[in-house]
Nanobody, 123 residues
Framework: QVQLVESGGGLVQAGGSLSLSCAAS????????IGWYRQAPGKEREFVAA?????????ANYANAVKGRFTISRDNANTVYLKMNILEPDDTTVYYC???????????????WGKGTLVTVSS
């Protein structure tokens, strides 16, 4: 079983920055990576970024919409961070972290999700 807890959501003005955290716990037999997704009302949940939790791995990737603005990182306690810069109103939505796995540079999500944290970007 995997437990995921997001935090850090809030209100920020366009052009500002916000940092999200995802605290993951559970056996690494079930997952070795964390991904961030977001889902706006009326839209499908979409991939944002992912990073491997393997110590010697630097695998990470981003959705085109956030490349150059968002940075995903991790610590040694399986906490994953999403630093969001130059935020835009279109970034407003609920952000979820997901336990998954990397295989040869590709992130594959699982059915393990956090409950989400709301990010609101005002114009």
């Amino acid at each position: 079983q995997v437990q995921l807890v997001e935090s850090g959501g809030g209100l920020v003005q366009a052009g500002g920055s916000l940092s999200l955290s995802c605290a993951a716990s559970g056996s690494t037999r079930s997952y070795n990576a964390i991904g961030w997704y977001r889902q706006a009302p009326g839209k499908e949940r979409e991939f944002v970024a992912a990073i491997s939790l393997i110590s010697l791995s630097s695998s990470a990737n981003y959705a085109n919409a956030v490349k150059g603005r968002f940075t995903i990182s991790r610590d040694n306690a399986n906490t994953v961070y999403l630093k969001m810069n130059i935020l835009e109103p279109d970034d407003t939505t609920v952000y979820y972290c997901n336990a998954g796995n990397y295989l040869r540079g590709t992130y594959y999500g699982t059915a393990y999700w956090g409950k989400g944290t709301l990010v609101t970007v005002s114009s």
